[in-house]
């Protein structure tokens, strides 16, 4: 691969081709996504060990601390031994089968320094860090980007983990340099002598920095500063979890036993990407999750009459052209016999209806043929002026929705994937009546779980953090988040490590098989 890049400085127009470069992308299957390690730190009694595949080299040349001083340097990093390489693959496989491991991050960008300063951001933790094993050259130390990894073990296990990497021909590359802590410090000492002391909450600060100037002239400044400033907070608690309901009650099990399994449609367009995940949730509630395409429906090889719910996948469909949801809704509403078909399923008796991103941008554009929804906003470009793909935290309001009762109170995180999720109303006075009638399934909160309209917390920039709406009726409710995306524990990137299989977002597909009876 080869890019080149032109601009215009003063009257001269000038070009730079960067060197051609071999890019080579590799895959490999993860047995079991529940032991995979990351840099996220544990505060427990706990030993940081460096491997120095570099073995004490500490090469400076083309590394980060050269860049910053504009420099190229002497020597580069390389591989020093092919062998060891090999043989540190095969120990961190070894130890991650064993559980040995708490956390992983290779030595790159930035070398030790950052390695440790990005463990510790993960881990929203201080380090106590000791460098004295790694030679005079204190900046070669911290900052050289020789091949290697820091791990966290456990301070019980640290004498066997190193048994292991000595098996594998790892001995001379094992140091101890520390351990993480509780608070926001973040030292480095050797032989006593404090070298780098700084607070943690600081120092992301200024890892952000670059970020945050490239996002303010790419992206809406304001979301920008916005999101920078909220990284310099130290008292935010990061994610959290308050359940109002037994994570682990399957409200649907007792309809399950009778062995009937009520249809549900899940409906696609070209361009919808979620309804594999969708069906799979749907169908461990106890339902037979039927793929219905567009196609299906406006060529009569399918008709909705069969159906006991209903539920709109997300995705692209159309490519957002027109607006996110827009062609998908009037390929419905300007065809007689299809238009006829939804609005029968909408006013016909015990049925249920789901919207989710780009169904629920459709839906929304459905108003019409859907009873009690006349209030209903439209679903527009994110203030940030960006595609959101984040784990925001929401709280379940109270509202009629029937697939969230019992859920009411509950602050938990889900995932977000749009670039139109902002809710757009008339007027205040439209907004009034949609917060009066009591339509609001759910809102953003921050992770003080309080209701928000700051960016990040709140992706889109929604008036009173609003992400989810349903009918009078609570038997259709639309939302932008996705829970058919993290209804399985392990599909979160974040959870409480008490959950078992099963996430909170089940909970709203085992109440759609409830509500059905």
Same mark, same amino acid.
């Given at each position: 691969m080869s890019m080149k890049t032109r601009w215009q400085e003063g009257n001269e127009e000038r070009e730079m081709t960067s060197p051609l470069s071999l890019v080579i992308s590799a895959f490999a299957r993860v047995e079991d996504v529940r032991h995979t390690i990351t840099p996220q730190l544990s505060t427990e009694d706990n030993a940081l060990l460096l491997i120095d595949l570099g073995k004490g080299n500490n090469a400076l040349g083309a590394t980060a601390l050269a860049q910053v001083y504009r420099q190229l340097g002497d020597k580069p990093a390389d591989v020093r031994d092919v062998a060891q390489l090999k043989g540190f693959y095969d120990a961190i496989q070894a130890l991650v089968a064993q559980r040995k491991l708490l956390a992983y991050h290779d030595r790159s960008d930035g070398g030790l320094l950052v390695t440790l300063a990005e463990m510790a951001f993960a881990g929203h933790c201080g380090i106590n860090a000791d460098i004295a094993s790694l030679g005079d050259d204190r900046l070669a130390a911290l900052f050289n980007e020789e091949l290697g990894a820091v791990i966290q073990v456990r301070a019980a296990d640290r004498e066997a983990v190193e048994s292991v990497l000595a098996q594998h021909g790892l001995a001379d590359c094992v140091h101890y340099v520390g351990q993480a802590v509780s608070g926001d410090r973040f030292v480095i000492t050797a032989n006593g002598q404090t070298v780098f002391s700084e607070s943690r909450t600081t120092l992301r600060v200024w890892w952000a920095e670059t970020t945050w100037q490239m996002q303010r002239l790419r992206d809406n400044p304001e979301c920008a500063d916005q999101e920078h400033q909220a990284k310099s907070n130290d008292a935010d608690p990061g994610l959290n979890v308050k359940l109002s309901f037994d994570i682990n009650e399957d409200v649907a099990a007792p309809y399950i036993a009778t062995g009937a399994r009520p249809k549900v449609a899940v409906l696609r367009e070209q361009g919808v990407n979620s309804h594999v995940e969708m069906a799979a949730a749907f169908h461990r509630a106890g339902f037979d999750a039927i793929?219905?395409?567009?196609?299906? @429906?406006l060529t009569g090889r399918t008709g909705l009459e069969d159906f006991h719910a209903l539920v709109a996948c997300g995705g692209f469909s159309y490519g957002d052209v027109l607006g996110a949801g827009e062609g998908w *809704?009037?390929?419905? @509403?300007?065809?007689?016999?299809?238009?006829?078909?939804? *609005?029968?399923?909408?006013?016909?008796?015990?049925?249920? *209806? @789901?919207g989710v991103c780009n169904g629920c941008q459709m839906m929304s554009n459905l108003r019409e043929l859907i009873p009690g929804s006349e209030l209903w906003p439209r679903f527009v470009r994110n203030t940030s002026d960006r595609f959101e793909a984040r784990f925001s935290l929401v709280e379940v309001t109270q509202s009629p929705s029937l697939l969230l009762q019992g859920m009411v109170g509950s602050q938990m995180p889900i995932a977000v994937s749009h670039g139109e999720g902002r809710v757009e109303v008339r007027d205040a006075a439209h907004l009034a009546a949609l917060e009066s009638k009591g339509l609001v399934a759910l809102r953003y909160v921050d992770n003080f779980g309080k209701v928000t309209e700051t960016y990040p917390a709140n992706p889109n920039g929604s008036p009173n953090g609003i992400t989810s709406i349903t009918t009078e009726s609570g038997r259709v409710t639309i939302m932008m988040p996705h829970p058919e995306r993290v209804f399985r524990t392990v599909s979160n990137s974040w959870h409480p490590e008490n959950w078992g299989e099963d996430g909170p977002w089940m909970r709203i597909f085992r109440n759609a098989r409830k509500q059905l009876g």
């Open positions: 793929d219905v395409h567009m196609s299906d @429906l *809704a009037k390929s419905i @509403l300007f065809n007689d016999r299809v238009r006829d078909e939804f *609005a029968t399923f909408f006013h016909r008796p015990q049925t249920l *209806a @789901l």
